[in-house]
Structures are given as C-alpha cells and as structure tokens.
C-alpha cells in the first residue's frame, strides 16, 4: 500500500487514502483557493506532511496544502519514468569532431522526486537523447570526467580537466565542450585559462541555471549554442556560452579571466566584467563583437600546466575585521591571500601588522577590489601606500576570484616569489587589461525616466 503513496505521511498520506488517489496518477483537486489538475509526484523524504506535490500541464510543480483540500479525484494512471534513453551518436565524416566532458551540475541533472533534489545523473549520452539537434552540428563523442555539483569542483578537477583536454587537442578534435554546474562554472573557466594555453580550438564551458524538467529550462539551447561555437567559432579561447538575454534569443560567449555568474536565479545569469563579450551565438550563426581574440589553428600543440597550490585563500575585507583572520591564514600554513578590498584597494588599519607578519614570512599578498569593475590604484591615498609598504602588492583590474585562481597555480609552480609576481602581474587571456572600454561597465537603474523608456523597446 505504502507504494502507491511514494513519500506521503501524516496528514497528507491520510487525504490520499480517504479519495484514493496514487502517486503517478492524474489528479483533480478542489481546494479552497480553487481547482488544480495534473500528476500527484513522489513526495520528497525531507518534506512536511501537510502538503501533496502536483505537477501541472506547463510543467511547473505546486504544493497544495491538505487544510484547503475540498475534494480530489483521480481521473487516469501512468506511472513516469524521468529518464531520458542513452542514444549513441551518429557519425558524419563531414562534420567537425567535437569532445563533450561531463562534470556533473544541472545541465546534466534530474529531479530526484524521492529526495526532492536534483542530482547529477544525466549521463553525457542521455544528453544526446535529450538534445537530437546536437547531431546536426558535429560528431560528438562524450566522457564522464566527474558527477559533482560545480561548488564540489577544485584544483584536483581543474588538473584533470587540463591534462584531459590537452590529450584531446593531441588526437585532432575540432573543439572541447565541458557540461559545467553554474555556481563557480567561472572559476574553472579562470582554472582552465591558466592550465590550458594556447589552445589551437575552441574550450567551451556550458550549464543550465534551470534543470531539464523544468519547461523554462536553458539545458538544451545552450548544449546547441555551446556545440556549435566548439565546431564551428574560429574563437580559440576558454570560454562560458550561456544566455545573453533572458529570452531564447541568442548565447553570449564570455572570456574564461573576464566572466562571473551576477545572478542567483536568471538564465542571464553570466557576465563579462570590465569588458565586452567574445561573441553572440544562436542556432544559425556566431557572431564575434570583439576581433582581439586567439584564432582556431590547424597545429595540435597546446600548453598544459596543472599546477595548483591549495594553501591560497581569498578574504573580503569587512569593517572592523580582526587582524586574527590574516593570522590565522598563516599559522595554518597558507602561502598565498587575495583580498577583496575596499575602494582602491583598502582595508583597516589593525589589519596592518598582521599582514606585515604574513609578508615577512614569505607569504604572497594580492589586493583586488570588491567594487568587481576598475582597477586597484593603491598608490592614491595613504592607505594604500601603507599596505603596499608592508608587502601587498596591487593584482591590477583582475577579478577577485580570478586572482585567487590565478595565485593557486602561480604558487603551484614556484617558490619563488619574484617569478609569483612575475606570472601574477602578467596578463594571461585578458586577466589585465590596459583600460576598460566605455561600455565595459554597465548597471542600468530600473525606475528613472530614461532607463525605463529603454527598457520598453527590449522589454515586451
């Protein structure tokens, strides 16, 4: 009996006896907020035991809370399987050959409707039997490299995910796709910047920020945009393909140093700071907006360097933070800190002999801004001056985790802490740039006249 009421106890377990209907089964409900229909999910083990679990006819899930219910009937029975068939890829000899490594994340997850969770299940395969257009773009081959969620990826992955790469580049693919959870899809991308130099074809970092039961999911459209920049683009960089506008019109591909997720909840989340995007992408075209790009090549040399030194961390300065946050860092042997700072570059000033006791004993200190757009310009006011004095050194406009990234496999190469500063300071893929164009930074403000009038020719 418990079977046919997958999850339910208590008070919703005894509504679904008394009507008889079942999990899996099509449901009408009357409540007191009115009527609903449509499948009666699992319930989640986790869950409370008031309210049932109803997927509509759009595809959305709702709760209904037992207290409201009037009457429900079940009115037909079949039992879903969220499991999308493994399909093998056809092959073309005309098409490019293109590598799809799968890491895990929500472009290449399900809805666990026992736990209520989604997890990384989708095997790479399953993608191409969820996304049928993808063979009209290449061949793709595919390989599990992890199943983790993107906030469970670090330097172990990032090597990896390097060394793997650079094999493929050897054997002749045309263009590298890795499937990608959104939460620090922006760190590997800086992590695979570094590791990954050089590269003759294009390195596409790609996710979802809706899972693929969802109907507003971004899976599929940004699986297509991603494939066919790495079979096509002539963009011979790491990039992030997700979407630009919050529509299905078009993918933005953002340089791999330069991106960061800005929104907890929006397909649109993904932007390029400080610059403008590599390109625009949809199902027939690319576009490039920018032409300072590295160029796809014939040759099969790339650089790989899988170095990273875990003992690096990043602070972001807060009033009246303690000077046993910096301590603390060393005593248990880090040998690198980025700091988030304020303004320019600033922190306070009882942070001022601790960071001198880091210095002294071999410790790399880089200032970036939390501002996230401009530059650090420490030499300004006496502040910054000050700390540079005692050994922090200015990390230019790159991004804070881009730095931190950056000093990991800076130090997981050298000792030494000229040739740290050496690789630190030296632009790598746009890390530092020499200005920010004008339409580098942008932040409309909804509400005043002028940007609500703009907003009304993109905004239907």
Known sequence: MTDLF???????LVVLK???????????????????????????????????VLKLATGYNIGI??????????????????????????FSPEKPNVKLFGTGGTIASRLDYRTGAVIPAF??????????????????????LFAVFSENMGPEQYKKLAVSIGKEIEKGIDGIVIGHGTDTMHHTAAALSYMVQDSPVPIVLVGSQRSSDRPSSDAALNLIHSTKTAAESDIAEVMVCMFGPTSDKYS??????RVRKMHSSYRSTFRTIGEIPLAMVDRNKITPIRNDYHRRRKDRQVKIFPYFEEKVSIVYYYPNMQPDIIDSLVDN?????????????????PLYP????????????????QTLWGYVHMFVYDTGRDLMSKGIIPAENMLPEVAYIKLGWALGQT????????LMLTPICGDITKREPYNGYLIFQGGIPEVEEFLKTIHK
């Open 65 to 90: 809370a037992t207290d409201t219910i009037l009457d429900m009937k079940e009115t037909g029975y079949k039992e879903a399987h969220y499991k999308i068939p493994e399909k093998e890829f056809p």
């Open 415 to 422: 000792d030494d802490l000229d040739e740290v500063r050496r």
């Open 333 to 349: 042997g880090y040998r690198g800190i980025i700091i988030a700072g304020t303004g320019l570059g600033h922190v306070n000033k």
């Open 6 to 12: 997958k999850g339910y106890r208590g008070e919703a």
């Open 252 to 257: 933005l591909l953002h340089q791999g140093t």
């Open 123 to 144: 095997s790479p395969g399953e993608l191409y039997g969820a996304v049928p257009e993808l063979a009209d773009i290449s061949n793709l081959t595919t390989e599990k």
């Open 354 to 369: 601790a960071i001198e006791r880091a210095t002294r004993k071999g410790v790399a200190i880089y200032m970036t801004v």
């Open 18 to 52: 008394k009507y008889n209907v079942r999990v899996w089964g099509q449901a009408h409900i009357k409540t007191t907020r009115g009527d609903f229909e449509g499948i009666l999910l699992p319930r989640s083990e986790n869950d409370d035991a008031r309210h049932l």
